[in-house]
């Protein structure tokens, strides 16, 4: 059974560019969320996905969003990139919300 | 508002007892956690506690809580040097499981 996987791995954007990172969720598992942890801190939550639909967001703006398919996986996507969203991207998925399982993450560095 | 503060380094050596410490803020928090990081790698989620509970106990790992006082620990008994890696405690901040992360706590056995 594969865990959480993400791709890509790594990334290198300029600023003002966008991006699209993806998550496919660990078998059995309907719920997606996504944190952004910079260098040195603790995972900081963006949103949840569940049903396709944005549950619950966290202090993040409006550049930062995402979507969720039929499949339950996941993209988030960044606008108008800037230095400061330099940090690795992490998803995790549950099936009841208890148990979040995280994947390896997206490393973006943002130049 | 909502936080979570750990103590952020902790050194051991193999063989004896680490004991990680964190306190939380939210009383309403319904599950508390402990995910362990390696280096460039993802959260592995290493144990939960239910808030109604004092104590568990898996392997080597015990959790115990305090509700009174907001306080939660991870106690690994016989540490290993495969257990170096940072720790994370986190506390569920809402009802569909966003959560919320202390700075983590790095651990470092010296054989």
């Known amino acids: 059974d594969a865990g959480v996987t993400q791709s890509p791995t790594h990334l290198i954007k300029t600023r003002g560019q966008q991006v699209t990172l993806r998550c496919s969720p660990k078998?059995?598992?309907?719920?997606v969320s996504w944190y952004q942890q910079a260098l040195g801190q603790g995972p900081q939550f963006i949103f949840q996905?569940?049903?396709?639909?944005?549950?619950q967001r966290g202090n993040f703006p409006d550049r930062f969003s995402g979507h969720q398919f039929p499949n339950y996986s996941s993209e988030l996507n960044v606008n108008a990139l800037l230095l400061g969203d330099s940090a690795l991207y992490l998803c995790a998925s549950s099936w009841t919300g208890r148990e979040q399982y995280f994947g390896p993450g997206t490393r973006l560095t943002v130049t | 508002g909502e936080d979570v503060e750990q103590s952020l380094f902790l050194s051991v050596r193999e063989g004896d007892s680490s004991v990680i410490n964190c306190t939380y803020t939210d009383s309403s928090s319904t599950y508390l956690y402990w995910y362990k990081q390696e280096p460039g790698a993802g959260l592995q989620l290493l144990t939960y506690i239910f808030s109604n509970m004092d104590m568990k106990q898996d392997q080597r790992l015990t959790v115990l809580l305090n509700k009174k006082d907001k306080h939660l620990s991870l106690r690994i008994a016989d540490t290993q040097t495969g257990d170096s890696a940072i720790y994370f405690c986190a506390e569920s901040g809402g009802s569909q499981g966003n959560l919320i992360f202390g700075k983590g706590t790095k651990l470092s056995v010296k054989p």
């Open positions: 078998s059995g598992h309907d719920t």
């Open positions: 996905y569940y049903e396709e639909e944005e549950r």
